[in-house]
């Protein structure tokens, strides 16, 4: 299983006053390492959202979530964990794990549904199966 991993240093910025990492971060640092895992795949957002590439349209967010096992403060580093857990015909579910100081401090996971551009609606966007290539890149084949 292709597994991809992200590192951060924890900002004052990316707190509370309390200095421990403000809740809604965790989701930003989530889809980031969504990004990042594609890229170590080998594709790169810029050419997949190239019009001359293709149809592809992006990997929206049908449901995301986090279980927080321990704190994560000012000035940690972590490292973000991300892979594919599970591979529906026109969704996906990106598992992630961010590591801190030996231990797990929060869990989480994203559906995501792949869509392209809609030929029949010059703005729009349609769920698309997901191409068997991707499939293997993102899984290590």
């Known amino acids: 299983m292709?597994?991809?991993?992200?590192s951060r240093h924890v900002h004052f910025s990316d707190?509370?006053?309390a200095q421990i990492v403000f809740y809604p971060r965790y989701y930003v640092w989530f889809d980031q390492s969504t990004e990042n895992?594609?890229?170590?795949?080998?594709?790169n957002w810029e050419d997949m959202f190239d019009p001359r590439e293709g149809g592809f349209a992006g990997?929206?967010?049908?449901?995301?979530?986090?279980?927080?096992?321990s704190a994560t403060k000012m000035g940690d580093d972590i490292e973000?964990?991300?892979?594919?857990?599970d591979w529906q015909g026109k969704t996906f579910t990106v598992e992630h794990r961010i590591h801190n100081d030996g231990r797990i401090?929060?869990?989480?996971?994203e559906k995501r549904i792949?869509?392209?551009?809609?030929?029949?609606?010059?703005?729009?966007?349609?769920?698309?199966s997901i191409p068997p290539e991707i499939k293997a890149k993102l899984s290590g084949a």
Request: hydrophobic share 50%; proline share 8%.
């Open 2 to 6: 292709f597994r991809a991993r992200l």
């Open 105 to 109: 401090s929060v869990e989480g996971r």
């Open 15 to 17: 707190c509370d006053p």
């Open 114 to 128: 792949w869509v392209v551009r809609a030929p029949d609606r010059p703005a729009g966007i349609r769920a698309a």
């Open 37 to 43: 895992l594609f890229r170590r795949a080998g594709l």
């Open 80 to 85: 973000v964990e991300s892979w594919i857990d």
């Open 59 to 69: 990997v929206p967010l049908l449901s995301a979530s986090a279980d927080f096992r």
